[in-house]
Nanobody, 124 residues
Framework: QVQPVESGGGLVQAGGSLRLSCAAS????????MGWFRQAPGKEREFLAG????????YYADSVRGRFTISRDNAKNTVYLQMNSLKPDDTAVYYC?????????????????WGQGTQVTVSS
């Protein structure tokens, strides 16, 4: 399915971990990758990580590199975002996006399909 469906959000204490899942597949050759974003109240949507469909190569925002890991299970058509050492500032709605155009990883406008989002709340 091209339309992403996220799951795995919830409440976690600071310093803890969560793994988000996104059911999504490539389906068309023009779909070059998918990404994870988040949006906190009153803030713009922020790019976190991306993965190319063709070879699984990954790209991370500086703000999460080393704490967050994007991976995928092709057999399950699922992409994951493993989040470690979570902080209260990581509290946001997390979105999975598919259909990356291949131009700019960090721009939401470069993704054609979006999931409904899943809430992640990190308590102090």
């Amino acid at each position: 399915q091209v339309q992403p469906v996220e799951s795995g959000g919830g409440l976690v204490q600071a310093g803890g971990s969560l793994r988000l899942s996104c059911a999504a597949s490539r389906r068309t050759f023009s779909n070059l990758g998918m990404g994870w974003f988040r949006q906190a109240p009153g803030k713009e949507r922020e790019f976190l990580a991306g993965s190319r469909w063709i070879d699984g190569s990954t790209y991370y925002a500086d703000s999460v590199r080393g704490r967050f890991t994007i991976s995928r299970d092709n057999a399950k058509n699922t992409v994951y975002l493993q989040m470690n050492s979570l902080k209260p500032d990581d509290t946001a709605v997390y979105y999975c996006a598919n259909g990356w155009t291949g131009r700019v990883w960090s721009s939401p406008n470069e993704y054609r399909y979006w999931g409904q989002g899943t809430q992640v709340t990190v308590s102090s």
